[in-house]
């Protein structure tokens, strides 16, 4: 029993090194070997842009929403703006209107879809741009975000280009300062992989997209963020992140928030992502499918690694002393995660009070969201966690 035990948390831990050590060290590595292209000026591309934000009885934030994106650096003669309203009860469509003389267009699906990916489908046929630009409707871009997107599609590899999400508690612009530790490491991520096969990471809260990717319909149970990678690279066009297009998401966090966002993007990534396992064979898509597998797949069964790991040091426990002080520590851990399971992400304690708590929160979703899609691929239908609902 205590070999099968040990044997149980060395194969839980090799994957959770696999996944956090050394993909980080491959990527790193893949990086510095590629040649780094001089980047391109706003002045030597002015691609056509529309810019599409999906609401649904937004009356009160459409407004501020609207003149954040009116105020975007781009010449509003290459730009139009299309709300589209999810058969909206209130005065949203009234307030849309209110915008028309400054290039906003109102689009109204007349039957309400569950799903903001759903009513966005009516829309694609309507785009006629050379870039399209879906816009969160809690996201805020800075002025100079739409320009620093499009200048993404200057290099003819481009096929979609995601910009920088920031929390609102963390408003004032910069290079970084202040951000986590965590934070400053996803971007490190995010920078390395747009260098050697394009990114992974899709940001629901601002990005752009070639319109001849954007115009096939999608359905309602997948991503719509994430979905626009995938079909990229399989026409040859890979996906990077903007660092310098940032949006605001007004929507404070915490650690029972952060559990039900995880919870529906996971599931809808995973989903996604079964509808094109091919991109996963690195003999047809190599470095790409090496990405999808270390950043994606990896974090996926991370959480399922580690619970293994958990209950391999409990077997270990009576006999072994380390084994023992690893479980106190897991247990101190989740103690903690408990307790700071409802405070902001941003609390005056400091956001390593509640690290603790986002990153249960994290795993919890990202486990229990694997189980769901894959439940769901084969016909089932699992109840959806209380906690994880809005």
């Known amino acids: 029993m205590l070999e099968l035990s040990a ?25 510095r070997s590629r040649a780094h292209l001089p980047a391109q000026r706003l002045d030597d591309v002015r691609p056509t842009v529309s810019i599409v934000v999906v609401v649904q009885d937004a009356e009160a934030a459409l407004r501020p ?36 003389d400054r290039g906003v267009e109102l689009l109204r699906v007349m039957r309400r879809h569950r799903t903001a ?29 739409l320009a620093a997107l499009v200048e993404r599609f200057a290099d003819p590899t481009v096929g979609v280009a995601y910009g920088r999400e920031i929390s609102a508690a963390l408003t004032p612009p910069g290079d ?21 096969s394009g990114t992974v990471v899709a940001r629901r809260a601002l990005y752009a997209v ?10 309602a149970a997948l991503s719509p963020d994430f979905a626009p990678i995938l079909t990229a690279r399989e026409r040859g066009f890979r996906a990077v992140y903007a660092d310098n297009a940032e ?47 270390g950043h994606k797949l990896g974090r996926w069964l991370s959480p399922w690694a580690t619970l293994a790991a958990v209950v391999g040091l409990l077997l270990l426990a009576p006999a072994v002393p380390w084994a023992r002080a690893a479980v106190a520590v897991a247990a101190a851990l989740g103690l903690s995660a408990v307790l700071t399971w409802d405070l902001p992400a941003e609390t005056t304690l400091g956001r390593a009070i ?22 769901a691929l084969h016909g089932a239908a699992p109840r959806v966690p209380v906690g994880a609902q809005m």
């Open 247 to 293: 949006a605001v998401m007004l929507r404070e966090r915490s650690p029972r928030g952060d559990y039900g966002q995880r919870m529906r993007t996971v599931t809808r990534d995973v989903a996604t992502l079964l509808e094109k396992p091919h991109l996963l064979d690195p003999r047809r898509y190599g470095e790409f499918s090496f990405i999808l597998l």
């Open 117 to 145: 990916a759903a009513a966005e489908n009516f829309v694609r046929k309507y785009v006629d741009s050379d870039v399209v630009v879906v816009v969160h409707p809690e996201a805020r871009p800075r002025p100079a975000a």
């Open 176 to 196: 970084g300062n202040g951000r986590s530790l965590h934070d400053r490491y996803e971007r490190w991520l995010r920078d390395r992989e747009s260098q050697v």
């Open 210 to 219: 070639r319109t001849a990717l954007y115009r096939a319909p999608l359905s």
């Open 354 to 375: 509640v690290l603790p708590g986002r990153l249960a929160a994290s795993g919890l979703a990202t486990a229990l969201a694997l189980v769901r899609a894959l439940a």
């Open 65 to 100: 929403l609207l003149e954040s994106l009116l105020t975007m650096g781009y010449p509003a003669e290459r730009r139009r703006i299309l709300v589209v309203s999810n058969a909206s009860r209130d005065f949203t469509d009234a307030v849309a209107s209110l915008y028309a």
């Open 7 to 31: 044997l149980l948390v060395a194969c839980s831990a090799a994957l959770l090194v696999a996944t956090w050590l050394g993909y980080p060290v491959w990527l790193s590595l893949r990086a």
